[in-house]
């Protein structure tokens, strides 16, 4: 803005003051963007509030969308000195009774024909040699820089340490070298030996489809190294010797779930305990149970049956030879150490089960998962002996649903919900008070969020019939939506559905991935997080051996078929889920009937994969708060129009300047013609007075 400022001294004309009110006629136009952009920057703000309410419903819907979250169980446990549970959202409610003879143990071995006052005293040269859990390792020491602190250090950090751990004991002035397991359970011994022991490897690795180290889970006919599909009767068969030269020969069968696992046990019963196999990076190994020379060999053979698939096994070979290193480190000789805690697994009987006074369930751990369907038992002692019965006193334990998590954490969702609600009804309507509409009342963006979160409260849930779901809508369990869009909850209806069907409740809040079909030749197997949910029509082909020749699907409002991928009984929507189409990641299983079906007399199923009111309502909400949702392109294109009006507000200011420069000089001319005629005209005057 220009400085001059010429106030009308001479002719008595404030021509600042006229400059100044016709620089606000000039500059009215500016103004109307400021409050333009005034507006927009506060519905940015507004959105950003917004933003924070939808948030917190998000964080409230996640405790109802998902089954875990909203699956919970009061638990009792008679005796907790023996025994803590704990539940997943698999279990099922009921009682049950525990004994519990032993926890499981590792194992333990200390030196007591060493005498080192100190940690620092030195070891000498040599070789320690001890094995665990089918690994062997071979500790090098050097004369007079190897202290016995330092052995252990050397065991420890081995980066190959199959899994125990070097301590030094003092008792009775000395130094003990003690060696513990890490791992509970028989499985789990700690060998000390005079040599080294024999180990057979494969000289490659087994990988997956995918170019990854197979792991004990994967499924031999998912190995790259296997071809073709499986028709019946293929088998590998394990041949070799043990330690000492008796003949080994065990077939195992493989079938469609056969795994890598499967193939490791199968090695160890042929070996019956006279060697150790496990997985190793992708690489089989198979050590011998006995340290020294040994007459072991291992080989394996797949035998395709009558079918027309192979299997490339890797070829074994001789690792390390028996007896081949001896351990000669003078005070840590096999025979100077004292077994003082065996390796042991817990054994517990469940209802009674196993009968018999000497059968037990056995596991190589104390918290044991595997037992009582969703429930974790975490073993602390073993229960009181009765010599009387010759029985351990049972611990009672029971499960029950805790029923009022799914109340209050409905109530939760309710409470976010409207608090949401109330904020956008803020925003939106008009404000009698103050004769004006909420900032964001004519943001579509807004109606379509209120629109989209009401929807999943007023219509029959995504895959739910009437006829076959307790519940279908939310109105069923005592949810439902005021004029002004509020949620309600009707607890005594909540707790009346609760009572009638507790997981049809749980199914209608929480379903997800969930399906059903109408033909039992085509079930529902899985659905992933991009399946959309809905009802589907599919139609299978098989020939008169049953495999499948094709299979098609569509949703049931679609009129043209799409064909599925089909990988043995394995029916599946696109492989990519990045793919439009609707089925993406479902996944179904073809059971045969028994006859031929051709394009004349398909197999037709209806698959419903149903989605529950929070889960529905959790993935709307997700969209809203995604990167590229509602919520982000509105502010994203207020922000551009905030910059925009910005530019014109710079531009309008340049020009007001320029204007005002323009008038200050304008009348400081004028200024000057006045004086100047002032000046002339009193000197006329003068002059006519002589």
Same mark, same amino acid.
């Given at each position: ?60 819907? !996640? ?57 620092? !005293? ?159 990076? +992708? ?61 042991? !697994? ?205 299979? =098609? ?7 043209? =078929? ?5 990988? +043995? ?22 059971? =045969? ?53 910005? !530019? ?43």
């Amino acid at each position: 803005m220009s400085t001059i400022n010429l106030p009308g001294l001479s002719t008595g004309i404030d021509t600042g003051q006229i400059i100044q009110q016709l620089m606000a006629v000039q500059g009215r136009r500016k103004a109307n963007y400021q409050v333009q952009q005034g507006e927009m920057e506060e519905k940015v703000s507004a959105y950003s509030n917004l933003r924070n309410a939808i948030q917190s419903v998000n964080g409230a819907v !996640d405790q109802v969308s998902s089954s875990e979250n909203l699956t919970s169980f009061n638990t009792r446990v008679s005796n907790d000195d023996v025994l803590a549970i704990s539940t997943s959202s698999s279990a099922s409610e009921g009682t049950h009774n525990v004994q519990v003879k032993q926890r499981a143990a590792s194992e333990t071995w200390i030196n007591d024909g060493s005498d080192f006052r100190y940690k620092s !005293d030195y070891v000498g040269q040599g070789r320690f040699i001890y094995s665990y859990n089918g690994y062997e390792r071979v500790i090098s020491t050097v004369e007079d820089e190897t202290t016995l602190e330092d052995l252990v250090n050397l065991i420890n950090n081995d980066e190959n340490n199959p899994g125990v751990s070097a301590s030094l004991l003092n008792q009775g002035g000395s130094y003990h070298l003690m060696l513990s397991g890490r791992q509970t359970g028989t499985d789990y011994n700690i060998s000390i030996n005079q040599s080294n022991t024999e180990l057979w490897t494969t000289t490659s690795e087994l990988t997956t489809t995918q170019g990854r180290r197979a792991e004990l889970s994967t499924r031999i006919n998912r190995l790259e190294q296997f071809s073709g599909s499986l028709e019946g009767g293929e088998s590998i068969t394990i041949s070799g010797t043990t330690n000492d030269g008796t003949t080994v020969s065990h077939d195992i069968e493989i079938h469609e779930n056969t795994t890598v696992e499967h193939l490791l046990d199968g090695i160890n019963d042929a070996y019956d305990g006279t060697a150790t196999a496990v997985l190793d990076r +992708g690489r089989i190994r198979l050590l011998d149970s006995t340290s020294g020379e040994s007459l072991m060999t291992f080989e394996l053979e797949y035998n395709p049956g009558s079918g027309e698939s192979s299997f490339d096994i890797p070829s074994t070979t001789q690792s390390t030879v028996g007896g081949s290193v001896n351990a000669d480190l003078d005070s840590f000789e096999p025979e100077s150490f004292l077994k003082t805690q065996s390796a042991q !697994d817990s054994l517990i009987k469940v209802n009674g089960y196993p009968p018999g006074e000497d059968n037990w369930i056995a596991n190589s751990t104390n918290t044991i998962t595997d037992v009582i369907g969703g429930v974790t038992l975490d073993l602390k002692s073993a229960s009181e002996y009765n010599e009387s019965t010759g029985t351990y006193q049972p611990v009672d334990i029971a499960i029950n649903k805790n029923t009022s998590a799914v109340k209050d954490r409905l109530e939760g969702m309710v409470s976010a919900y409207n608090e949401a609600i109330k904020l956008i009804l803020e925003k939106t309507e008009y404000d009698l008070e103050k004769e004006e509409a909420g900032i964001l009342s004519g943001e579509s963006s807004v109606s379509f969020m209120r629109t989209n979160m009401r929807a999943p409260f007023g219509r029959i849930a995504t895959g739910f019939i009437e006829t076959l779901d307790s519940f279908v809508q939310a109105r069923d369990i005592g949810l439902t939506v005021d004029g002004r869009g509020m949620l309600e909850l009707d607890t005594d209806q909540l707790e009346q559905a609760i009572n009638e069907d507790y997981e049809g409740v749980v199914d209608l809040l929480a379903g997800s991935g969930i399906g059903t079909s109408s033909n039992s030749s085509v079930q529902f197997y899985n659905a992933s997080d991009r399946t959309e949910p809905g009802t589907y029509n599919v139609r299978v082909e098989c020939d008169d051996a049953g495999n499948v020749t094709g299979a =098609w699907i569509k949703t049931s409002s679609q009129s043209e =078929w799409r064909e599925m991928n089909v990988q +043995g009984d394995v029916m599946q929507g696109p492989l990519n889920l990045s793919s439009d189409d609707p089925e993406r990641g479902l996944q179904l299983m073809f059971h =045969w009937d028994g006859q031929e079906h051709t394009s004349e007399n398909p197999i037709e199923a209806t698959i419903r994969v149903k989605e529950g009111i929070a889960t529905s309502l959790d993935r709307t909400l997700d969209e809203f708060l995604e990167s590229d949702g509602r919520i982000a392109i509105s502010q994203d294109n207020l922000n551009r129009r905030i910059d925009n009006l910005q !530019d014109r507000i710079d531009r309008e200011q340049r020009r007001l300047e320029t204007e005002e420069n323009r008038l200050v000089m304008r009348y400081a001319r004028l200024e000057r013609t006045l004086t100047e005629m002032q000046q002339q005209m009193e000197a006329a005057g003068l002059m006519g007075g002589a």
